[in-house]
């Protein structure tokens, strides 16, 4: 009999999709091999070649959208039966089977462990049904009071859009995008990452048996390079980008000429403050959830842990104790409670910025075991005594600097003193002061005495500093990919004001 941990590795590895691309209502093979492999994370052993459209092939996808928009069918269906298809998508994407294939394929790809591909698996179904929602609440169109009678204020998608996805998160995120479009009614392009493309390509397998209008929603494979030929086509009309800051400044550049609209949710070094009267126990739970959700890889995770010095010293033995407990091990299993970095690129980057650290005079503090396995484990890290300038840059992986503070406005200098502004944690019993300092964080959203995976509740989730532009949410993501138009009766001014 096969151990445990080989059977459920060769179990995920045959339910990966093929690599295929949809382009213009047909499904094809992308012609280009790009000489890389999607690995196993858990053992570094290959598991799929990369794969990447040709240019014709993504000419062709381009064409077939700007058609789609031109049309106009997808748009001009009404609201109420757009919402029943992204309803039947949501269901589709219900069933236990595909929610647990989805969680499997993403956690031996990306790393992350099952327990927590899953709940992004259950995420899908969700912002589906959250689109069609707005579609049957009448958002897209209201009418306002004139001076002769309502006015009509709709809106409208911009044009055909683009949607690129990373390879962390890559089940909720792309999720996310595809039905946000659909739902604005604006021809989509999906771009998932090479990386982890296969969630994205179980969702297209749905929405293809959907039957929309050609054209309405397609999907290409590949890296950045088809990336730079849909967002520099004038036919593409929007881009939305999740993704590192190089890349989000590359494509702001190459949308600025043309004023085309561009949401970019990019990274995170994203400060967690603790108060001398903050639980302690709660913080550390906190901190060791920052530095191990996901295996650190993505935008939220914990980057610097600001404390009061009264407390940093027990902090850290609550801290050490808590860490000491984590489980890294194989990301299928269901007792590891942290996985692998996704791939090599990723590892050998945290682990420069380790020592980068360490030369800069930091001490690493390391209490988690690493598993005897070949992958691209690495243990949640502490690095304590570094100068502030130092730190102000995004590590992205399951490392968090500590800085301490003696008085409420060097704790505020230290959680702004980083040019992200994603998120903030804040932990204080006084919570009167916990939400004024929270309200001085200049970060898009500061959760108070808790850490977790999801944002606060249905508010916008705002880009602020180097995380992008933009603002994310079911409403603001549906409203990116449209203009506002007003239509109705006016008054006539007078020539001259005679």
Known sequence: MQPANLQ???????????????????????????????????????????????????????????????????????????????????????????????????????????????????????????????????????????????????????????????????TAIGSHKIASALAAGAPCIAKPSEWAPHSALIMAEIIHDMQLPRGTFQLTCGSR??????????????????????????????????????????????????????????????????????????????????????????????????????????????ASDMGPQIHQQQYDSVLEDIDRLLQNGGQVIQPSSLPDLPGFFIPPTLVDGCPEDATREEIFGPVAAIHSFNTQDQALQLANGTDYGLAAYVYSEDKQRAFAFSRSIRTGSVKINGYSLLALSSAPRGAWGLYGLGEEGTDASIEFFTGARAVGLSTQDAIGGR
């Not at 590795?9 to 045959?14: C, F």
């Not at 064409?63 to 049309?71: I, L, M, R």
């Not at 990274?267 to 639980?279: K, S």
């Open 8 to 170: 459920d590795t060769t179990a995920a590895e045959s339910d990966l999709p093929p690599l295929r691309a949809f382009i213009d209502g047909d499904i094809v093979v992308p012609e280009v091999d790009r000489e890389n492999m999607v690995s196993n994370s858990n053992d570094r052993q290959p598991l799929q070649a990369q794969l990447s459209c040709s240019p014709e092939q993504v000419e062709a996808a381009i064409a077939s959208a700007d058609a789609a928009y031109q049309s106009g069918e997808w748009e001009n269906t009404p609201p109420d039966e757009r919402a029943a298809i992204l309803e039947n998508i949501a269901d589709k994407l219900d069933t236990r089977e595909t929610r647990e294939r989805i969680a499997r394929i993403d956690s031996i790809t990306t790393g992350a462990v099952i327990n927590v591909t899953r709940k992004m698996a259950q995420l899908a179904p969700f912002v589906f049904r959250h689109a069609a929602q707005y579609l049957r609440d009448g958002k897209l169109q209201q009418n306002l009071p004139g001076k002769r009678g309502d006015v009509e204020y709709f809106r409208r998608p911009w044009g055909p859009t683009l949607l690129v996805s990373p390879w962390n998160g890559p």
């Open 225 to 334: 390079h088809i990336g730079g030929q849909m967002i520099n086509d004038p036919r593409i009309k929007s881009v939305s980008f999740t993704g590192g800051t190089a890349g989000g400044r590359v494509i702001a550049s190459a949308c600025a000429a043309d004023f085309k609209p561009t949401q970019l949710e990019l990274g995170g070094n994203n400060p967690l403050i603790v108060f001398e009267d903050a639980n302690l126990e709660q913080a550390a739970i906190g901190i060791a959830y920052g530095l191990t959700n996901l295996n650190a890889q993505w935008c939220r995770a914990l980057g610097r842990i600001v404390v009061h010095t009264s407390v940093k010293e027990a902090l850290l033995e609550r801290v050490i104790s808590e860490l000491e407990k984590i489980r890294i091990g194989n990301s299928l299993e269901e």
